[in-house]
């Protein structure tokens, strides 16, 4: 258990300075928790701008899509505890980095932004 620990704690370590870089590519994802993740982005509102789905907010505001971001975790980490523009910070006292990390997991998960736009065609305009 402890070694475990420790080596979960090296880990987030090497993470968090970004030495794996060009770390967290689509083959070494975070070790997050999808279903744990949709439970804080529903809890922490992130749906509210960027939609249930991460499918973007098309219909309140300029929140782009998330579903299967893009962004290299490093950078959506990045986004939440230094916004660039207009979105609410997240620091690690309301967000802590495993939180972070599933988070990252379940929007990884959802299917891809077509899809997601494709869902509501008949309400695209
Ligand atoms: C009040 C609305 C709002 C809330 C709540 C919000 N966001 Fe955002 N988000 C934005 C906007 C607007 C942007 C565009 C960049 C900016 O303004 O910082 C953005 C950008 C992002 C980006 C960068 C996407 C990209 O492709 O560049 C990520 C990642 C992100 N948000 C994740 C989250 C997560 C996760 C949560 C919940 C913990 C969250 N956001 C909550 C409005 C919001």
Known sequence: MRRADRLLAAALLLAAAGVAAPAWSQDAPPPGNAAEG???????????CHGRV??????????????KT????????QQLRNPSNDMPTYSATVMSDKDVA???AFLQSLSGPMEANAAPAILKH
């Not at 893009?70 to 980490?77: D, G, R, T």
């Open 38 to 48: 949709k439970k804080i982005y529903l809890a922490d509102g992130c749906y509210e």
């Open 54 to 67: 991460g499918q973007g907010g098309a219909f309140n505001g300029p929140a782009p899509i998330l579903a």
């Open 70 to 77: 893009q962004l290299p975790y490093e950078a959506f980490a």
């Open 102 to 104: 599933d988070v990252f």
